[in-house]
C-alpha cells in the first residue's frame, strides 16, 4: 500500500475508528487500526469483537494494498504531525510502514492484514431509514437510563421495538425507564423487535452527523445491527434474550400532577446535589402552590422552593437526585410534567405537549 493523505482528513478518521479498538485483548490485532485502499481513497477500520467501527477517507492511492497499525502509536503521531500531506508506503511482507512527513519519517510495525477479523456484510434492505440529527436527539433521550451492571446485560441494552407505524425505543435499569415512539417507515414487512448495547448507541450519537442526510440501520444474519451514514459504518452485535414488558409497568392512572419550568426544577436539583453526600436521596415536598427541595447532611442544609400548580394530592417523596437530573436534561421543553402515582410508587416525567416521550422514576427504595 502506498498513500498520500491530507493530515486532517487521516486525524478525523483516526477518532472515529479508534473508538473501536480494544485495549486489553489477549489478541493483540485489535488493538489495531486496519488500513485499506478502495476506489475513492482509504479505508480506516477497527473492532474489539463487540462492536466495529469503518470509515472511508478520500487520499491519493499510488499503490493498492491494506495494512494494520497500532492505534495507539499511529493516532498519537497523527495528532503532533505539522500539517502537511502524509505520505504512507506499506511492506505487507514484513508488516513495516514507513510514514513521512515534511523531510522526516517514521517506520512503524504493524500486524499481518489477513488476521484482521472481517465485518458483517451490508445486506440489500435497511430495516428503516431516519434523519440523523433526529436520530441522535432520540438516543439521547433513552440511552441514559441504561444500566451499567454487566452482571445483567438485557438492561445494558436498548430495547428497538418496530412495527410498521412507528418505533417504540426503551431503556431501564430496573431503577427508571425511558421511552420514545416515533413514527417511521420501515424497509420490511413484519414487526420485530432487537436489543442494542447502550456502549454501542453512545458511539453512534458521537459518530452521526448534525445535518439533514440518513442514517440506515440494517440487520444481518449473523444477528448483528448495522448502521450506515454518509461514510461511516457501525457493526454491533445484539444483546440475546427477552426484554421485559415495559408496557406493564408504566402507570396510566395518576393521583397528582404538576407542571413546572424545566430549567428552574433542573438548576435547583444542581444546587441541591452541592450538599448531597454520594447519591443521598433529595427530600421533595409537594403542596398546592409550591413545591420544595430539601437536603440535610454533614455538609450543610439547603432548600429550594418552586411555584407550580398542583391538581390533586400533597405529597413527600424522596428521588435519586443524579437520576432526576438526567431525566431532566433530555426534556427540550420549557415546562415539564410531573405525574404522580403515590408517595413510594412510579413518578412519571414528560415534556408538555408530547405524549410520545414518558421517562418513569421510582423514588428510592423501589426497584422495577
Known amino acids: 500500500m502506498h498513500i498520500l493523505i491530507d493530515k486532517e482528513n487521516l486525524i478525523t478518521a483516526l477518532s472515529v475508528v479508534q473508538k473501536a479498538t480494544s485495549v486489553n485483548s489477549p489478541l ?55 500539517e502537511t500531506t502524509i505520505e504512507i508506503i506499506t511492506d505487507q511482507d514484513i508488516n513495516s510502514t514507513i510514514i513521512k512527513y515534511a523531510d522526516s519519517e517514521v517506520n512503524l510495525h504493524g500486524f499481518a492484514e489477513d488476521e484482521f477479523p472481517s465485518f458483517s456484510a451490508l445486506p440489500d434492505i ?32 436498548v430495547l428497538f421495538d418496530l412495527n410498521r407505524e412507528s418505533m417504540t425505543i426503551v431503556a431501564t435499569d430496573t431503577h427508571r425507564l425511558a421511552l420514545q415512539i416515533t413514527p417511521i417507515e420501515l424497509g420490511i414487512e413484519e414487526s420485530q423487535n432487537f436489543i442494542i448495547p447502550g456502549k454501542t448507541l453512545y458511539e453512534i450519537i458521537k ?9 440506515s440501520i440494517y440487520l444481518s444474519p449473523d444477528n448483528k445491527i448495522i448502521f450506515r451514514n454518509d461514510n461511516t459504518v457501525i457493526t454491533s452485535r445484539l444483546i440475546e434474550g427477552v426484554y421485559p414488558h415495559y408496557k406493564q409497568v408504566i402507570p396510566t392512572n395518576f ?19 452541592i450538599f448531597a453526600y454520594k447519591s443521598e436521596p433529595i427530600r421533595i415536598h409537594i ?22 400548580k398542583l ?44 405524549s410520545n416521550y414518558i421517562s418513569l422514576l421510582l423514588p428510592t427504595r423501589l426497584k422495577i
Open 28 to 82: 493483540p490485532i485489535l488493538s489495531g487500526i486496519h488500513f485499506k485502499t478502495s476506489a475513492e481513497g482509504v479505508v480506516l477500520s477497527a473492532t474489539n469483537l463487540e462492536i466495529g467501527i469503518s470509515t472511508s477517507v478520500a487520499a491519493s492511492v499510488q499503490t493498492q494494498g491494506g495494512t494494520v497499525l497500532p492505534a495507539k502509536y499511529i493516532f498519537d503521531l497523527t495528532r503532533r504531525l505539522p
Open 126 to 157: 435497511p430495516v428503516f431509514k431516519i434523519n440523523q440529527e433526529s436520530f441522535r436527539n432520540i438516543l439521547k433521550k433513552v440511552v441514559f437510563a441504561v444500566s451499567t451492571e454487566e452482571y445483567r446485560p438485557i438492561f445494558t441494552g
Open 207 to 215: 459518530v452521526i452527523s448534525s445535518n439533514n442526510s440518513l442514517i
Open 255 to 273: 393521583i397528582s400532577s404538576f407542571s413546572v419550568i424545566t430549567k428552574d426544577l433542573l438548576n435547583a436539583i444542581e444546587r441541591t446535589i
Open 287 to 308: 403542596d398546592e402552590t409550591y413545591i420544595s427541595i430539601f437536603l440535610n447532611s454533614e455538609v450543610g442544609r439547603i432548600r429550594e422552593e418552586l411555584p407550580i
Open 311 to 354: 391538581k390533586g394530592k400533597v405529597m413527600d417523596l424522596a428521588f435519586n437526585p443524579h437520576y432526576l437530573i438526567d431525566a431532566l436534561k433530555v426534556i427540550d421543553t420549557d415546562e415539564v410534567i410531573i405525574k404522580l402515582t403515590g408517595e413510594t410508587s412510579a413518578a412519571i416525567i414528560q415534556p408538555t405537549e408530547d
